[in-house]
């Protein structure tokens, strides 16, 4: 049960249900799919708190199709998520077309996401993620493929700006995809030069909205909390947004989020402010749910580690406590540090505020040889990709 929490008032902002297909949400918030981070244990975490679309990990494609365990592990629900939706990636038409067919025959998803924009070497170096939207045929296929075995459920697309800003791909592959029937478009506002460096340039999303007209556009990057999610709304005109980084250890932001875009009611929508009692119960919550998505306390107790930097930012939680919490390796031992903690102290604001997770720095994208010589495949290119598309998923 989510806990009590302190609350003060931001002006409100009414925005329409977004439709996705035949899925409505009544926030049009998504919740981007994190490797590592968005389990099922995360997203329910997240549905306590708020209403949204809540993705899971990306899946790759092939993993998927040989039901390695754990990608099956990573497409099951929980049955309170009755919204079920998944992100695939995959360089190859047939084998993305067969792992829609397999989720959509075995009444396993309600919606399908495709990932075109992540932007790590070890994907993009083999022609995946951010840098197959340049190969406009091989991903007009992909996104037919996905379509046309998805049947009734909705496929979408999350994508970026482009390789690099020399190479923007964004415009054309949208095109695309509102050609091949894809039901809405994210797009984070960075190039996968651009890592997750600097500024998302939001214009990229006004851009998109005014040549997309069908279906609608989601907006990604850089939002940290519910009002600038209501910003990046009324500065692009996009229909939604989609939220990644911002979330770490603020599973309460989705609060934020559907108070900020929901019915005008009153003088304004509450803001979250928790108390450092609030945290440290929700990341006990959070233990409490890995330990049941894993199936192992030990490695629950593991896997919630990476999450403490995000959990107490901004509060006065010492270093040696610190380092404690992020080396637990029992639910009882997180019980007696987290029992040492002043349940009282307040909200620490901006401390707790803006910017979470790795920003990293602007990097040459890496690719296969010769890749940008060509928006097509040449030669022994689409040999190679086979190899961009490993058996494991989630990152």
Same mark, same amino acid.
């Given at each position: 049960?989510?806990?009590?929490?302190?609350?003060?008032?931001?002006?409100?902002?009414?925005?329409?249900?977004?439709?996705?297909?035949?899925?409505?949400?009544?926030?049009?918030?998504?919740?981007?799919?994190?490797?590592?981070?968005?389990?099922?244990?995360?997203?329910?975490?997240?549905?306590?708190?708020?209403? $949204?679309?809540?993705?899971?990990?990306?899946?790759?494609?092939?993993?998927?199709?040989?039901?390695?365990?754990?990608?099956?592990?990573?497409?099951?629900?929980?049955?309170?998520?009755?919204?079920?939706?998944?992100?695939?990636?995959?360089?190859?038409?047939?084998?993305?077309?067969?792992?829609?067919?397999?989720?959509?025959?075995?009444?396993?998803?309600?919606?399908?996401?495709?990932?075109?924009?992540?932007?790590?070497?070890?994907?993009?170096?083999?022609?995946?993620?951010?840098?197959?939207?340049?190969?406009?045929?091989?991903?007009?296929?992909?996104?037919?493929?996905?379509?046309?075995?998805? $049947?009734?459920?909705?496929?979408?697309?999350?994508?970026?700006?482009?390789?690099?800003?020399?190479?923007?791909?964004?415009?054309?592959?949208?095109?695309?995809?509102?050609?091949?029937?894809?039901?809405?478009?994210?797009?984070?506002?960075?190039?996968?030069?651009?890592?997750?460096?600097?500024?998302?340039?939001?214009?990229?999303?006004?851009?998109?909205?005014?040549?997309?007209?069908?279906?609608?556009?989601?907006?990604?990057?850089?939002?940290?909390?519910?009002?600038?999610?209501?910003?990046?709304?009324?500065?692009?005109?996009?229909?939604?947004?989609?939220?990644?980084?911002?979330?770490?250890?603020?599973?309460?932001?989705?609060?934020?989020?559907?108070?900020?875009? $929901?019915?005008?009611?009153?003088?304004?929508?509450?803001?979250?402010?928790?108390?450092?009692?609030?945290?440290?119960?929700?990341?006990?919550?959070?233990?409490?749910?890995?330990?049941?998505?894993?199936?192992?306390?030990?490695?629950?107790?593991?896997?919630?580690?990476?999450?403490?930097?995000?959990?107490?930012?901004?509060?006065?939680?010492?270093?040696?406590?610190?380092?404690?919490?992020?080396?637990?390796?029992?639910?009882?031992?997180?019980?007696?540090?987290?029992?040492?903690?002043?349940?009282?102290?307040?909200?620490?604001?901006?401390?707790?505020?803006?910017?979470?997770?790795?920003?990293?720095?602007?990097?040459?994208?890496?690719?296969? =040889?010769?890749?940008?010589?060509?928006? =097509?495949?040449?030669?022994?290119?689409?040999?190679?990709?086979?190899?961009?598309?490993?058996?494991?998923?989630?990152?």
């Amino acid at each position: 049960m989510t806990p009590a929490l302190t609350a003060s008032r931001t002006d409100p902002a009414a925005v329409p249900a977004l439709r996705i297909g035949p899925l409505t949400l009544d926030v049009p918030v998504v919740l981007a799919p994190m490797a590592g981070i968005t389990n099922t244990a995360f997203r329910r975490l997240c549905r306590e708190f708020g209403a $949204g679309l809540y993705v899971s990990e990306m899946i790759t494609s092939r993993a998927l199709v040989e039901r390695t365990p754990g990608s099956m592990r990573l497409i099951d629900h929980h049955e309170s998520e009755t919204t079920r939706s998944i992100q695939l990636y995959g360089v190859d038409p047939k084998t993305i077309g067969e792992a829609v067919t397999m989720l959509v025959s075995e009444d396993r998803a309600d919606h399908i996401d495709l990932n075109f924009g992540c932007p790590v070497p070890k994907v993009t170096r083999k022609g995946g993620g951010a840098a197959l939207p340049w190969k406009l045929g091989l991903f007009r296929s992909i996104v037919e493929a996905a379509v046309n075995a998805a $049947g009734a459920v909705p496929v979408t697309i999350k994508m970026r700006k482009g390789i690099d800003s020399d190479h923007l791909t964004y415009l054309e592959a949208a095109r695309a995809a509102e050609g091949a029937g894809v039901s809405a478009i994210a797009l984070h506002a960075r190039t996968a030069s651009d890592y997750y460096s600097g500024q998302a340039d939001w214009s990229a999303i006004a851009t998109l909205k005014q040549a997309i007209t069908s279906i609608p556009v989601l907006g990604n990057g850089d939002i940290w909390s519910a009002q600038d999610a209501v910003r990046m709304v009324a500065e692009t005109g996009c229909d939604g947004v989609v939220v990644g980084r911002g979330c770490l250890g603020r599973p309460w932001l989705f609060g934020d989020l559907a108070a900020a875009f $929901g019915p005008a009611e009153g003088t304004g929508a509450a803001l979250i402010q928790p108390n450092l009692g609030v945290v440290a119960d929700t990341f006990r919550r959070h233990t409490e749910l890995l330990t049941e998505f894993f199936d192992s306390e030990e490695r629950a107790c593991r896997d919630v580690r990476k999450h403490v930097a995000w959990y107490f930012k901004g509060y006065s939680v010492g270093g040696e406590l610190r380092a404690s919490l992020a080396s637990v390796v029992s639910l009882a031992q997180l019980d007696d540090l987290l029992g040492t903690l002043d349940p009282t102290q307040e909200y620490p604001g901006i401390g707790a505020e803006g910017p979470r997770g790795r920003a990293g720095s602007p990097k040459k994208t890496s690719l296969p =040889e010769h890749w940008l010589e060509s928006q =097509e495949l040449v030669g022994s290119e689409r040999a190679r990709l086979t190899e961009g598309e490993g058996d494991t998923s989630g990152g």
